[in-house]
């Protein structure tokens, strides 16, 4: 085995211009490839002499290979032993068409070259995109037509405010849109004018927010635990569900609001005057915002006790910052030690939302002063304690026992 280049070598070169697209992207640029120098190591003055047999052999399967596309430039090496021979200096490929064919790729080349040709005539905005992304684009070859399709609707039909589904074009449905969303996104933002892209939307998720289609509404879940506050003439238990500008503009008749993440928790919830209940929204609340209302409303958050519990918190007091925790306190935590759990990736920042006991607390379970990852779910509370601490709120109500305010994390 020797370490001189052998045409496997020289290929491997030309593949690696290949498997990063700058093979395809020459047919886009200005600033041409070729001809291109290739890496050419071969034998030293020492090997002349004394492996004089393997260099020529060297030199034979390098001719060899000359047939598949590349050049050799020769030198004329005098030697004290073997006197003047030529040996390869430099290894060319003189055009484009020359590497292809060393990599077998011309194929690729010719369907790239014709969604070259058709974007140049359809959207020639979008060839800066073929230039950067050329092996994706041989991938998309099959659709393409379709994709540019798209585009031109989009800038027919700026913003349009319909779904997916209403797009009327032919061999395009909303699973196609939303198979190629992330493809679509990079086309349109180079091919639609600014004022067509929302751009505080981005990703796959908000496809449809950032080009202006309707989205399937987010929808807010809720129980009246006042049978007095009914909003259906039944008799029944009232678990709604209601889209989120439906809820923003409801407005009903409670002076509580209390928001839990487990479902479990939600349906439970005993009865209260003048409340209601929400299926939670874990670290999105931005749905919540919209309801004006809220903001004169009492709001009582029952999270997990652990990091992430006070961090849904201080992000809902980003909306709402009369927001006050539930059952979230140092007290309920030590009360109920057997049911701790592990938290499986504790949050390492600092909060800024949260009121003095809170932040204690959250700092002591951040830095682990209680324990291993210390985690306390809301399901794991007792339903008793949950009880009495819903009597130190209810109007009238007997008042919840004082938490002791001297209570150690030992």
């Not at 047919?27 to 041409?32: A, K, N």
């Not at 490839?33 to 030199?59: H, M, N, Q, Y």
């Not at 030697?79 to 060319?92: F, Q």
């Amino acid at each position: 085995m020797t370490p001189w280049t052998t045409p496997a070598d020289l290929r491997a070169q030309v593949q690696k211009l290949w498997d990063n697209g700058r093979l395809l992207a020459d047919l886009l640029r200005e600033d041409r490839l070729f001809p291109l120098r290739l890496t050419l190591k071969g034998p030293s003055s020492a090997d002349l002499s004394e492996r004089f047999d393997a260099v020529r052999t060297w030199i034979g399967k390098l001719q060899e290979g000359q047939r598949h596309g590349y050049r050799i430039a020769w030198r004329e090496v005098r030697h004290r032993i073997i006197g003047s021979n030529a040996l390869p200096e430099t290894v060319w490929i003189d055009t484009l068409e020359n590497a292809l064919g060393l990599i077998g790729k011309g194929r690729e080349a010719e369907r790239f070259q014709g969604l070259v040709t058709q974007t140049r005539q359809r959207q020639p905005p979008l060839l800066a995109w073929l230039g950067k992304r050329p092996l994706k684009a041989v991938e998309l070859a099959p659709d393409w037509s379709r994709l540019l399709d798209m585009v031109a609707w989009l800038q027919a039909h700026p913003r349009p405010a319909v779904y997916l589904r209403q797009v009327d074009l032919p061999g395009i449905h909303s699973k196609f849109i939303e198979a190629h969303r992330g493809v679509l996104s990079e086309l349109l933002d180079l091919a639609l004018t600014r004022d067509a892209i929302d751009c505080a939307a981005s990703g796959a998720g908000q496809f449809a927010q950032r080009y202006g289609f309707r989205d399937k509404p987010l929808r807010v879940r809720f129980r009246l635990l006042d049978p007095c506050r009914s909003l259906l003439p039944t008799a029944t238990d009232q678990d709604l569900t209601v889209t989120h500008d439906t809820f923003a503009q409801l407005d009903p008749n409670v002076a509580r609001v209390f928001i839990t993440e487990n479902e479990i928790n939600f349906l439970a919830f005993p009865q209260m005057s003048d409340s209601l209940v929400l299926f939670g929204a874990g670290y999105g609340f931005d749905m919540l915002a919209q309801a004006a209302w809220l903001q004169t409303r009492s709001i009582h958050y029952w999270g997990d006790i652990d990091t992430h519990g006070f961090a849904i918190l201080d992000q809902l007091r980003a909306h709402f910052g009369h927001a006050q925790s539930f059952l979230m306190d140092r007290a309920t935590l030590l009360a109920h030690r057997a049911q701790w759990g592990k938290e499986p990736q504790p949050l390492l920042r600092d909060l800024t939302r949260l009121g003095p006991q809170e932040r204690a607390l959250f700092a002591d379970l951040r830095d682990q002063r209680l324990g291993q990852k210390i985690r306390l779910e809301q399901e794991r509370i007792g339903f008793a304690w949950l009880e009495r601490a819903l009597d130190g709120i209810r109007p009238g109500g007997p008042q919840a026992p004082a938490l002791p305010t001297s209570v150690s994390g030992s």
